[in-house]
């Protein structure tokens, strides 16, 4: 790019232009691998050691620090490494308001929902909705998904869909004709 900016009567210059190409090249090298970032560190096309290298910078490894149930191994697949990691920067950045924890939760798992009922005694009850494997269950109620702010005791319920509600009929909530109280 930078050589074809040389004016025209430098040009005839054999030795110049060769001067010139050997001192840019290694900055167009440079710039060549930045271009590259973007793409190779982007959370959402990150894979296998990139993941890796991104969970060091965001704190979070890639090995839990508890035995899955089911025997499932606790060093996670890139699937769900890749929502611990997403849920990871969701806790460090939350404003501990209910409201932008909604957003958040429809990020890490679309389709699904939240819900968090305050006990008024530093406990709160929080019920959630979706399609939840079983390694993602266990890392929720191990605390490494949900953000919970200091001294909050989480109990964490995961209902039998539709639960049971009034003036609302949908795949979460429906009417005594097909609703759960759970």
């Known amino acids: 790019y930078y050589l074809a900016l040389v004016p025209s009567q430098l040009r005839g210059r054999p030795k110049f232009m060769a001067w010139l190409a050997a001192a840019l090249e290694p900055l167009d090298d440079l710039n060549q691998c930045l271009a590259t970032f973007n793409y190779s560190f982007d959370l959402d096309s990150a894979q296998g050691a990139q993941l890796d290298i991104l969970g060091q910078l965001i ?40 409201d932008s924890l909604q957003a958040t939760w429809q990020q890490l798992f679309p389709g699904g929902r939240i819900a968090i009922l305050d006990n008024q005694d530093m406990s709160a009850t929080v019920i959630l909705t979706g399609a939840f494997s079983s390694i993602v269950m266990d890392l929720i109620n191990n605390g490494y998904i949900v953000p919970r702010p200091e001294a909050v005791l989480y109990q964490i319920l995961f209902p039998v869909l539709p639960v049971l509600g009034l003036d609302a009929n949908d795949d979460f909530i429906a009417g005594t004709d097909r609703g759960h109280f759970s």
């Open 59 to 98: 704190g979070q490894s890639r090995t839990v620090g508890f035995q899955p149930s089911g025997g499932v191994s606790p060093t996670l697949d890139d699937p769900t490494y890749l929502i611990l990691l997403k849920a990871k920067i969701a806790q460090n950045s939350w404003d501990g308001t209910i």
